[in-house]
């Protein structure tokens, strides 16, 4: 079975510092893909990093670096210089290769930017 | 960029009426799905189409009906409403369904049942 754990479900951070939310996963699938999104209070799901299993090099897009440690199933979300406007749910979600239709979400993080 | 557009943002429908939520996408995506948000949990997988003329179920079918009416429209639908189905749904798409696909989301309506 797909399962995906987020075991924070709140964190704090200064303004400018770095944060890591974490996110772990279980598949049996070898090829898969894991996904992080950005929900803030308004509500919509923001699409903010994607990494494939068969990647070697962890992903970046801008500020976002996902950690992605295949060994150990885990693919945190690392957030660097945290703004005001990084206050946010953020759910970690993974499709995997022979179930591609249907995305597992985790529970979220809520983090809360501190200035 | 629309991306992917919902209709009604917000709704309240008493205990047994029926609705339809409205999804629509004009990134020429074969694949959309409808899901449910409640509080505390994670998105759950109502009803998918892998491509135009195909519907599946997913996770948590009962109470809902699907009409994919092209390649840009998927429109989910409550027969007969109840309080359990009180929730905040998304319409989402992607370019197929390989795990690879990235899926986009809309911005969501708010459903209160009473």
């Known amino acids: 079975a797909q399962k995906i754990t987020q075991t924070q479900p709140g964190m704090f951070v200064q303004e400018k510092e770095a944060v890591t939310l974490d996110c772990t996963y279980d598949?049996?699938?070898?090829?898969?893909?894991l996904f992080w999104y950005k929900q803030p209070s308004s509500g919509e799901m923001i699409f903010l990093i994607y990494q494939g299993s068969y990647d070697q090099q962890n992903a970046t897009e801008g500020r976002y670096s996902l950690n992605f440690q295949k060994a150990r199933k885990s693919a945190n979300l690392v957030i660097s210089a945290s703004q005001l406007g990084d206050s946010a749910m953020y759910f970690c979600a993974m499709r995997g290769g022979n179930t591609g239709n249907q995305f597992y979400f985790g529970t979220g993080t809520s983090l809360t930017v501190i200035p | 960029n629309a991306g992917v557009t919902q209709t009604p943002k917000f709704q309240v429908l008493k205990t047994g009426q029926s609705m339809t939520l409205q999804c629509a996408q004009d990134m020429n995506h074969n694949s959309m799905y409808w899901y449910r948000q409640d509080p505390g949990m994670g998105l759950r997988l109502i009803y998918y189409s892998a491509s135009e003329g195909t519907t599946d179920k997913g996770e948590v079918p009962n109470g809902y009906n699907v009409s994919r009416l092209n390649k840009r429209e998927f429109s989910l639908r409550l027969e007969s409403a109840a309080p359990s189905q009180t929730s905040v749904y998304f319409c989402?798409?992607?370019?197929?369904?390989?795990?690879?696909?990235?899926?986009?989301f809309g911005a969501g309506t708010r459903l209160s049942v009473l």
């Open positions: 989402a798409s992607s370019n197929g369904l390989l795990a690879t696909n990235i899926q986009y």
């Open positions: 598949t049996s699938d070898p090829s898969y893909g």
